[in-house]
């Protein structure tokens, strides 16, 4: 089945302590995204990669890191998590760059809090 | 810069009533239009889409028309079902280059019975 895997679901961490979001696609998408949903604010794009070891900062990065370093693969790292990163985090994957006509394939999200 | 602009929610509506979901749009050019669905607990859905302009997306009884005259990309349902309840987002993106896909807000439905 074609799709977009986070783990993990859910995360209650503390302020500081490193953590790795993973998101993996079986798809062999080129472009891969992550977004976070906040109320009120929608779905707000953090980082973006088209391509292996081609990646991007979208609107909201600071805080966070990325790597590519194999296509299906594109997690997501907070070195020093604090409380206003507590959000639902969406993966993305898209055949090309941009998306373009296709759309996206999201991820089921993962909703971590940091307290 | 490119941006979407959805009706605030949210909509209650009595199963069997018509939907409107009105979204805008601000863009160069000729971006493609989607409505994503995100159900109760999961990630988002691609609905429908169309790619120019007159075109009209249309799954599972929804429907929307790109109309370019007046920048809108308005979703539509003729009859809703309490599995209709979600929340909905009008988005945008570009052919080229390398322009994210830009969501709306997003429209919370319930609908009940």
């Known amino acids: 089945e074609a799709q977009v895997t986070q783990n993990p679901r859910y995360l209650i961490t503390v302020t500081g302590k490193k953590l790795t979001v993973t998101c993996s696609q079986n798809m062999n998408h080129e472009y891969m995204s992550w977004y976070r949903q906040d109320p009120g604010l929608g779905l707000r794009q953090i980082y973006y990669s088209m391509n292996v070891e081609v990646t991007d900062k979208g609107d909201v990065p600071e805080g966070y890191k990325v790597s590519r370093k194999e296509k299906r693969n594109f997690p997501l790292i907070l070195e020093s998590p604090s409380p206003n990163q507590t959000s639902l985090y969406f993966c993305a994957s898209s055949p090309r760059t941009g998306g373009s006509s296709d759309g996206y394939t999201f991820g089921s999200g993962t909703r971590l809090t940091v307290v | ?113």
């Not at chain 2, 209650?12 to 979204?23: H, K």
């Not at chain 2, 889409?49 to 009884?61: C, E, L, P, R």
Request: proline share 4%.
């Open chain 2, 1 to 113: 810069g490119d941006s979407v602009t959805q009706m605030e929610g949210p909509v209650t509506l009595s199963e069997e009533a018509f939907l409107t979901i009105n979204c805008t749009y601000t863009a160069t050019g000729y971006p493609s239009l989607f409505w994503y669905v995100q159900y109760p607990g999961e990630g988002l859905q691609l609905l429908l889409k169309a790619t120019k302009a007159d075109d009209k997306g249309s799954n599972k009884g929804f429907e929307a028309t790109y109309r370019k005259e007046t920048t809108s990309f308005h979703l539509e349902k003729g009859s809703v079902q309490v599995s209709d309840s979600a929340v909905y987002f009008c988005a945008l993106s570009h052919y080229s280059g390398n322009t994210p896909l830009v969501f709306g807000k997003g429209t919370r439905l319930s609908v009940i019975a």
